[in-house]
């Protein structure tokens, strides 16, 4: 267990939708990150915030948007949901940003 | 051309036998090196990371960098069944002021690895 928790582990939706999924850091972790991992595409890197703040940004659609909250959990909210969209999404925490431990993910399909 | 390449395998070995992964990596800045085990429906769980070229060693894993090739390397002695998971290399930017790297990670596709018993 890495101490990260991630709400809901499952997610079936439709098109069009708007869904939003939850990340806990582990305790005294200010930074969070969230990846997208798919078949074709692999694990990859959406957004990174730091103590509230935007800090990175990766290949993140503008239909996604992320924040922190001031207790520092985060959310990702997805709109405008596509098929594309159906993947396994992670978040990460870190205290030392060399040092990410993974969440046991978000797992969306999108019908 | 993807920064990060990995071979996707599948590879599968004898119990006790010596498992190399291997990523090859085309971005310079990249300057520290991650490998991640991912369990089939879990998250992936940090084994080792490095900033250095050479060897570093942890029980029965040993992670390995070449930066003038561009090539890290993951080897397991004594391979388990417990073992079998997919393997992801991961690499970062390294900020030289700072001190720290950049947090994005960038991942190879991962290698399924099956140890039979």
């Known amino acids: 267990d890495s101490g990260v928790t991630q709400t809901p582990k499952h997610l079936i939706t439709a098109t069009g939708q708007r869904v939003t999924l939850r990340c806990s850091p582990r305790?005294?972790?200010?930074?969070v990150y969230w990846y997208q991992q798919s078949l074709d595409q692999g694990l990859q890197f959406l957004i990174q915030y730091y103590n509230g703040e935007e800090r990175a940004k990766g290949n993140i659609l503008e239909r996604f948007s992320a924040q922190q909250f001031p207790d520092l959990h985060s959310e990702l909210n997805l709109s405008s949901l596509e098929l594309g969209d159906s993947a396994l999404y992670f978040c990460a925490s870190s205290a030392l940003v060399d040092e990410q431990f993974f969440g046991p993910g978000t797992r969306l399909t999108v019908l | 051309q993807k920064e990060v390449e990995q071979d996707p395998g599948p590879l599968s070995v004898p119990e006790g036998a010596i498992v190399s992964l291997n990523c090859t990596y085309s971005n310079s800045a990249f300057q520290y090196f991650m490998w991640y085990r991912q369990y089939s429906r879990k998250g992936p769980e940090l084994l080792m990371y490095t900033y250095s070229s050479g060897n570093k060693e942890d029980g029965r894993f040993t992670a390995q960098v070449d930066k003038s090739s561009k090539y890290i390397s993951l080897f397991i002695r004594d391979s388990q069944p417990s073992d079998s998971a997919t393997y992801l290399c991961a690499m970062s930017v390294w900020r030289v002021r700072v001190g720290t790297s950049y947090g994005k990670l960038t991942f190879g596709q991962g290698t399924i690895l099956t140890v039979h018993p």
């Open positions: 305790s005294g972790d200010l930074s």
